[in-house]
């Protein structure tokens, strides 16, 4: 028996599963769920219609698609998001900050309510309606400002509140790593795993697991990794294939360049992997399929099965995964603007903190 099945609790399911084979170790009575019972994380896989598989995928054997959409919040965040509070509820933290796109938002916001401890939310005026409608349902301090992540920053290194942006935050890396083994647990070894990349703390949590799978004996080699990337997001990409680089809405707000960079071209040539560029005419063609087969998910999700069209013109695979990372979002209810601050600049951070505190202070 490998190490691997020694370390997990068959008795759980989702993330918390793994919880022995995190770098930090998670006490019971601090690992946060959305429900009675944890499931963040074990989500479903499902595959093709056989007919529309051989017509658009000949070079495709067996190709799974694993429904992070299904998480409680929506996204693949509530992996590391429920990780992340989790250990500042363990390290007896009061306040945390985040800046963000969307779905780390959401996923920081619900599970820093379950824990009541504040939560300081930057997000651009570029982002989706939908999103920040999810948000608010969840009551963090939501501040829109064109210069979110800087802001955040600032209020992270004045106030000492830990920032749980998944660029700069390590331990949001351990949560993602469960994908990777309920994917061997579910269907064994896999030749090939295709993910949407920004900062890349999900393609490197995964690409961990599987190296942690080939060091203890659960596996005999590792699946290549392909990172997916489009629009002004190439920084990965380029290193494999010359960028015409192109307009698109997909992954709009991530993390043009990544602090990760380094260790998510390691892990892509260690697993013979690659990244790979698609257009927004690719994604389009992906998106159209997967409508087929009664899957609506994400525009991230359709790139990276754009991004395994893309690479099984000139590749055979016997067994590959596509990551899907997030629900379609269709806007329902309208914003609160009332609950929402607005800041550009470091002086207009302080005067919220110092309103906020104000406010708690006289209850």
């Known amino acids: 028996m490998s190490n691997f099945q020694n370390k997990i609790n068959k008795k759980e399911k989702g993330i918390w599963r793994y919880a022995k084979l995190y770098d930090e170790f998670i006490k019971s009575e601090n ?3 959305l429900n009675d019972s944890p499931n963040e994380g074990d989500t479903s896989t499902c595959r093709l219609q056989n007919n529309v598989a051989k017509v658009d995928l000949p070079n495709i054997n067996h190709l799974y698609f694993k429904r992070e959409d299904e998480n409680i919040t929506g996204s693949l965040k509530d992996r590391s998001l429920a990780y992340q509070v989790s250990l500042a509820k363990q390290n007896n933290k009061n306040k945390l900050v985040i800046s963000t796109s969307g779905n780390a938002g959401i996923a920081a916001a619900a599970y820093c309510q379950k824990a009541k401890i504040k939560l300081y939310i930057f997000i651009s005026p570029e982002t989706e309606k939908a999103k920040t409608v999810k948000m608010q349902k969840y009551n963090p301090i939501i501040i829109k400002s064109k210069r979110a992540i800087r802001l955040a920053n600032y209020l992270t290194a004045k106030y000492k509140i830990e920032n749980l942006r998944p660029s700069i935050n390590n331990s949001s890396i351990e949560g993602f790593k469960s994908i990777a083994f309920e994917i061997f647990e579910n269907l064994g070894e896999m030749d090939a795993i295709f993910t949407f990349v920004t900062s890349g703390s999900s393609f490197i949590g995964i690409g961990r697991a599987y190296k942690y799978l080939l060091e203890s004996g659960g596996i005999k080699k ?3 990794l392909f990172a ?3 629009g002004k997001i190439f920084s990965i990409a380029s290193e494999f294939e010359k960028i015409q680089k192109q307009e698109s809405n997909t992954g709009k707000l991530g993390a043009k360049n990544t602090k990760r960079k380094n260790e998510i071209i390691e892990l892509i040539k260690l697993s013979e992997g690659k990244g790979i560029y698609v257009t927004d005419r690719e994604i389009q ?3 159209k399929l997967l409508e087929k087969n009664n899957i ?3 525009s991230e999700g359709c790139a990276s099965f754009a991004g395994i069209i893309k690479a099984s013109r ?3 695979f016997n067994r590959a995964v ?3 990372s997030g629900k379609a979002r269709v806007e329902v209810g309208k914003i609160d603007e009332s609950k929402i601050y607005k800041a550009e600049n470091f002086g207009e951070v302080d005067e919220i903190v110092s309103s906020i505190q104000y406010s708690v202070s006289n209850i």
């Open 285 to 287: 063609e992906a998106t």
């Open 222 to 224: 590792l699946p290549k």
């Open 31 to 33: 690992r946060l769920s």
């Open 322 to 324: 596509c990551i899907l």
């Open 314 to 316: 000139k590749n055979k």
């Open 228 to 230: 997916v990337q489009s």
């Open 296 to 298: 609506n998910t994400s």
